[in-house]
């Protein structure tokens, strides 16, 4: 009769496998890490371009259905040609650079999500 | 009457009708025989299921062949399977898939075709019997080919018998590119070893040499050396850019240097819009080593290494030039024929064959030289390549 | 108009641009540093080059001439070409580099490992920059005309002449420190200029640009019209010289315009009395300067249609482009392309609040190219109307320098591309031959276009370009970068059922006269019906071939998507990788 302690049959306990080594080797848990990264930045992305564009796209909109709009003045330019020309460019900056800020933090978060498990 | 002659008349217009579609549907089998087609339908149909074949008994391409062998056996049912599990399901019926294994048990213990009775109690099922041939590749059953039909018939069991005969053949093949595969990559981790023992001996005497003299010197070579050394040894991966390379080849254009001292002289121009570039592994180190072997050797004047990357819209040129003795043209195309004559330069008939291999016949190494002219070689990079970048 | 300094600055210009491609590889680093050699492009330069190549001949002469026949509608042109930039910066930059893919094609193909899928996007992308290469050789064609009276084809045939020659000799490949320096030099071109007008519109006591008049001749002016024009005039007009109005033959005689529409036939020469109100051709609006200087005063059928259409086209058509793309592979790395592309956005933004200023001040001192139509001269002819004497000729010449530089630059950036579109895709010859034959090619099919196209404005031949853009490889790139279910057959459906439509109706609007037709609107800004059509058929489609979709399709998308440092690729690891192979 063999008799061993229960401990030497019970599952040792392993060192958890990294977010890298999962995503490498297309584990279902690799796969869940992926589709959070890319639903992150797509939802930042999409965000970003639709409050931008789509307040622009409203414009012509505004324009059309209260013409009396596109007479008003700012600084001593019609409008349209105040917001068009001008107060556009740098919003679109804005937008870039708040995009890029947090599409480079989420990446960073990314990193550390996956190298360190 | 008019009845009979209206009568006749369709008769005589029809009859002709029906003989001209005839001489024409004959007509039409003129350009080739029966057997002729019969040939050519069975090749191409065993042509298509070839390349999938080539990639082994995996599930994905199994599939893909099973679906033209079962053209090919016309059964309603054709299963493969590897030594454990049933790898490709091919037609109706598959709930027998289950007990395919069991079959094929027999089969891996006799090595011999078997026929096996399967009564099925489904009322549609139009399968009764199943044939089943191993897959013999040098000797040894790595798998077995199962035809289900209704009844097993000798034509059934002969032909099912020639198509694994025949797949068997495709596997010994893909067997055959998977050993010629794992001999270039024996041949890369050779050739990172290859580092050979004259240039650690004679970069570790230059750096002994500035200890004294000049010690923040000898300082960065060493860690020049180490870097190299590092780079050249790396484990992972293939494939890597341009700037990496480059960066691994300057270092060792150090430790030469330390060597050569003046008589060395080295000029790069580099395109950035190339150095994203993706390269295989170690592909231009031992050129631009081999550089320095024949532009230094031999003689006392300088000698001058010309390192050019190019952009060429969708390809990256590389050149390197050196001014030195040159190659034996004769001696060099044997070489890059694949027969082993290391004198000729080091590792240039491995580079060309990983070249060819990644990127096609086309883009094999071009090497202009001639005995005392110096030489150039030419590498031309696709800046894409499906299944490198695009993983 | 014709200067003997803008002439020598647009051959200064042409004969700079072969000789910087002969030597350019001489200037490129030649060094024995390795540090220096191999240091990649830092994202300001790149940045930098790709606003030289995207600033095109619509950019630099096209907006402002818009601008300045229909008013502020216009102004979507420039706030959509910087967009362009936004949405590519936020959907596709970072992948698409990390994609690996150098062309548009390659990207189709690594995404969905087809050649079909490839074979479709190589077709569009060529398509698309034909259509783009022609606006250029006729905006060359204009400024050449304007500032020698050279015949139309003349400008048209020195770009392609020069940028083959330059191609094909290797040179001006695509050197990303000349096409950065043409950024620089575009936006000198562009500023120096209005900085002297709107100082001398100021000293002047700045007319006000927006008075409820009629655009008025400041001085007794002579018009000579180059071809055939149906003008409109408010008031009766005493016009004398010679020519042919209404089919009546005039010798240097006096004749009284009537209020109301006149033909006058090309070749004719009239001079205008001064104050009179300007003539406008047939087809722009009635406007004073006060109307047209609010919305919709273009006086086109359904103005929201088209503005929207013209949004969408722009917006989304920017990243189709076949010669921006190619730029975005010099990026080191994903998070570096998104860098150079928010410059990007920086510096077009810059130089776009440039050539609305020329539209206005054309309202008040050049009014009489409303009249014949040449309204993409305006840039042009602006600064030595405003300015006399040699001042006025120098900053004519630096603008018309300016132009020839935006032609030459995005005209080889888009043959270089297409080239190799040409060399891999169609003609399958690789190698410099290959690519040599295939430039060639490349400009002669946009060379033989120009023969037989409709005039059209500049800008408005480059928004068809983007309509094809955006309703056939944008949904391609924006599906096939976000949804992992995008199938193959889907991404080929969508590119046709987009791209088809869109190309047919800007090549019936180019080479045919649509006239009045109720549905012209449809055809010259398809892009608000295209684009959602291309979108739907590719998810639709997609979603009803699930089955298809492309093998190892999750490794694509941890490529397309994980930051490079991680070293991550979803091939397996190491270690199992070498065991299975």
Known sequence: MVVTSPRTRAPRARRPYSGTREINEQSELGAVYMRTLIGAQRRLGLSVCLVTCGALALLPLLFTIEPELGKFRVFGLGLPWFLLCLATFPMLVLAGWFYVRQAERSEREFAELVERP | ?391 | MTSGYAVVAVMVVVLGTILVGAYGLRVSRTTSDFYVASRTVSPWWNASAIGGEYLSAASFVGIAGLIFAYGPDMLWFPVGYTAGYLVLLTMVAAPLRRSGAYTLPDFAEARFRSRVVRGVASSLALAIGWLYLLPQLEGAGLTLNTVTGAPDWAGALVVTVVVTVNVMSGGMRSITFVQAFQYWLKLTAITVPIIFLVAVWQVRGADSLTEPEFPSFRQDTEVSFQRQATIHAEQEIVIRGTGVVDGERLEDRELLLTSGYHRIDGGSKFTFPKDAPVPHLSTMAHNTNESWSLPASSGADFPLYGAYSLIIATFLGTMGLPHVIVRFYTNPNGTAARRTTLIVLGLLSVFYLMPPIYGALGRVYTPELLMTGQTDAVVLVLPTRMIDGIGGQLLGALVAGGAFAAFLSTSSGLVVSLAGVLSQDVLRLGGVRGFRISAVLACLVPLAMTFVSTTMPVADMVGLAFAVAASSLCPLLLLGIWSPKTTTIGAVAGMLAGGVPALTAGLVTMFTDTGDSWYEILLSRPAAWTVPLGFTVMYVVSLATQKHVPAGVQRTMVKLHAPENLGLDGSGSSSSGQERS
């Open chain 2, 1 to 391: 009457m008019h009845d009979f002659l209206t009568a006749a008349a369709i008769l005589v217009v029809g009859g002709v009708a029906v003989l001209v579609l005839w001489r024409g549907t004959r007509t039409k089998h003129a350009l080739s025989t029966e057997a002729q087609r019969v040939t050519y339908e069975t090749l191409h149909t065993a042509w298509s299921a070839a390349p999938p074949l080539r990639a082994g008994l995996v599930p994905d391409a199994a599939k893909k062949s099973a679906r033209h062998l079962r053209t090919l056996l016309d059964t309603p049912a054709l299963a493969l399977t590897d030594e454990t599990e049933v790898v490709a399901w091919e037609g109706v019926s598959e709930h027998h898939a289950a007990e395919a294994m069991t079959q094929a048990e027999d089969v891996f213990l006799t090595g011999r075709t078997q026929a096996f009775d399967i009564g099925c109690t489904e009322p549609n099922c139009p399968i009764n019997c199943a044939v089943v041939a191993p897959l013999t590749v040098e000797g040894r059953v790595v798998g077995t080919l199962a035809a289900y039909s209704r009844e097993a018939s000798a034509g059934l069991v002969r032909a099912t018998n020639q198509v694994a005969r025949w797949a068997a053949g495709q596997l010994e093949l893909a067997e055959l590119d998977r050993s010629r595969t794992r001999l270039v990559e024996a041949e890369v981790r050779a050739l990172r070893a290859q580092i050979s023992p004259h240039f650690i001996y004679n970069s570790l005497s230059a750096i002994a040499s500035y200890v004294r003299t000049n010690p923040e010197r000898a300082r960065t070579l060493l860690l020049d050396f180490a870097d190299f050394t590092r780079y050249s040894f790396r484990r992972h991966g293939d494939f890597t850019t341009l700037a990496e390379e480059l960066r691994s080849i300057d270092q060792y254009l150090a430790l030469e240097r330390a060597r050569f001292g003046e008589r060395l002289t080295v000029t790069l121009q580099v395109a950035p819009e190339v150095l994203p570039v993706t390269v295989p592994f170690l592909c231009l180190q031992p050129l631009v080593e081999n550089a320095v072997r024949h532009g230094m050797e031999g003689k006392v004047e300088p000698g001058h290494i010309q390192i050019y990357a190019n952009d060429g819209g969708a390809e990256a040129h590389i050149t390197i030039e050196d001014d030195g003795i040159g190659m034996d043209p004769d001696k060099l195309r044997r070489t890059l024929a694949g027969q082993v004559d290391e004198s000729a330069g080091i590792g240039l008939g491995n580079i060309d064959e990983r070249l060819r291999r990644v990127y096609g016949d086309e883009y094999g190494l071009v090497v202009e030289t001639a005995l005392g002219l110096g030489t150039k070689i030419t590498v031309r990079v696709p800046k894409y390549q499906a299944g490198i970048n695009g993983m």
